[in-house]
């Protein structure tokens, strides 16, 4: 049995262009390409009930598309108001061309 979940293939995410992932039994999930690099965060805004990948991403910033707030996708740290609970954020794992998250972890 795995210790991973498998998510997305790494190809698919584009600079920019951050991808939903649902798996039964987690909550809704965001993947983000930051110069090359692969990050994962839940995909639901900590201030409101919004997908965080019908915002923008700028960078390593991504803007909530409710309210303006945004978050660091490196740290899931909140950037700028009315977000004040940072988004979780997840350990990827690339695995034969695909982005993984770990089982059952807490936040990166």
Known sequence: ???????????????GEPVGVFIEGMPALAV?????????????CTHGNAM???GY?????VECPFHGGSFDI???AP???P???????YAV??????VNILKNEGAA
Do not use: H, P
Not at 32 to 44: E, H, K, S
Not at 57 to 61: C, T, V
Not at 93 to 98: F, P, R, T
């Open 52 to 54: 965080l990948t019908d």
């Open 93 to 98: 794992v690339i695995e034969d061309g695909w």
């Open 1 to 15: 049995m795995s210790d991973k979940l498998r998510l997305c293939e790494v190809a698919s995410v584009k600079e």
């Open 32 to 44: 983000y390409n930051v110069d090359g690099d692969i990050f994962v965060t839940d995909n639901t």
């Open 57 to 61: 991403q700028d960078g390593d910033i």
């Open 79 to 81: 950037k700028a108001f």
């Open 83 to 89: 977000c004040q609970v940072a988004v979780k954020t």
């Open 74 to 76: 490196r740290t899931g």
